[in-house]
C-alpha cells in the first residue's frame, strides 16, 4: 500500500502491521524498487517500509534544491506518519549518507542500524568538482548516458557481464526519475556533513555491509566505520561491487535476516 507524507514523500508498506519496522532508504538515482528482492524476503517475517527520498520514485521534487538534513526531516515524516517512535535503519549508499545523519541527530528514533556499501567522510574536494560536472553534463545532456555511465562504475565486472537484467533494472529506474531531483541530490551529497566524528556515539547494534568489490563506496571505508562503531560487524558480500543488495541478494539477505534476529 502506497501513502505521502504532508510533505509528499511517497512511502509503501509491506509485511505485518505491528512491531519496530525496518526503514529502507535506496541509493542515488534509483527509487524503493531497488529494494525489490529485500521487501520480498524480509516482509515474510518483518515489518517493513520503503519510501522514495525526494526527488526520486512517486515523492515530490519540492523546489529542487534538496540537502541531505532535508533528506533526514522526509524520513522523520515517514516516521511520523506512520506513528512509529524508533525504526531500525537501513540505507545503501546515499540511503546510508541519510541514515547516518539521522542517527546523529535523532538517535532516540533508531534502534538498530544497516549501513549497506556507504561511507561516513564527506566528498573531497575532487569528488565535489566530479559532481558538479555530471549536473553539468545532465542538464546539457539528459539522464540516459549519465545513467550508463554511472551503471558501469556502480557493478562488479561479472555482474556487467552475466546479469545483464540488473543493468536493465537499474537503467530503467534512473530514468524514470527527474533532471531536477537528481542534479538536487548530487548537490546534496557534495555538501554533505562528514559523520565520521559521531560514529563512536552510535550505541545500538549496527550491521555493516559492502560488496567485495564496491569502488565508490570501497570495503577499507566499511572497515573505518566498523573500527569506530562500538557495536558493529562488518560483513563482506561476495560476488559485488556497490549495489551489493542487487548482485547477490541471497547473501545480501541472509545477512540482514540474521542481524534481525540476533
Ligand atoms: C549512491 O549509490 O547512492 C551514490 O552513488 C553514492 C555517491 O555517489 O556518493
Known amino acids: 500500500m502506497s501513502s505521502k507524507t504532508p510533505a509528499g514523500i511517497a512511502y509503501f508498506e509491506f ?7 525496518l526503514v529502507l532508504i535506496h541509493g542515488f538515482p534509483l527509487s524503493h524498487a531497488m529494494w525489490d528482492a529485500q521487501i520480498k524476503a524480509l516482509s515474510t ?3 517493513v517500509i520503503a519510501y522514495d527520498i525526494r526527488g526520486f520514485g512517486a515523492s515530490d521534487v519540492g523546489t529542487g534544491q534538496a540537502s541531505i538534513e532535508f533528506f533526514v526531516d522526509d524520513l522523520m515524516g515517514v516516521l511520523d506518519a506512520l506513528k512509529v517512535d524508533k525504526a531500525i535503519l537501513c540505507g545503501l549508499s546515499m ?5 547516518l545523519r539521522a542517527v546523529e541527530r535523532h538517535p532516540e528514533r533508531v534502534e538498530r542500524l544497516i549501513l549497506c556499501d556507504t561511507r561516513s567522510e564527506a566528498d573531497s574536494n575532487e569528488a565535489k568538482v566530479k559532481r558538479a560536472k555530471a549536473v553539468q553534463s545532465i542538464q546539457k545532456d539528459g539522464i540516459e548516458p549519465f545513467a550508463k555511465e554511472f551503471v558501469k562504475g556502480v ?3 561479472k555482474t556487467l557481464e552475466s546479469k545483464p537484467e540488473i543493468v536493465k533494472i537499474l537503467i530503467h529506474q534512473i530514468s ?7 542534479c538536487g541530490a548530487l548537490i546534496a551529497m557534495a555538501a554533505r556533513t562528514d559523520t565520521t566524528e559521531a560514529l563512536p556515539k552510535i550505541k545500538v547494534p549496527t550491521l555493516i555491509l559492502v560488496g ?3 569502488k565508490l563506496t570501497p570495503p577499507d571505508s566499511a572497515r573505518k566505520m566498523a573500527g569506530l562503531i562500538p557495536q558493529s560487524k562488518l560483513e563482506i558480500i561476495p560476488g559485488a561491487a556497490h549495489m551489493s543488495n542487487l548482485e547477490n541478494p541471497d547473501v545480501f539477505n541472509a545477512k540482514i535476516a540474521g542481524f534481525l534476529k540476533a
Open 95 to 99: 540511503g546510508g549518507y541519510i541514515a
Open 15 to 21: 509485511g505485518p502491521t505491528q512491531g519496530t519496522p
Open 45 to 47: 517475517t518483518h515489518r
Open 176 to 182: 524514470k526519475n527527474s533532471v531536477v531531483g537528481i
Open 212 to 214: 567485495e568489490e564496491d
Open 155 to 157: 557493478l562488479a565486472a
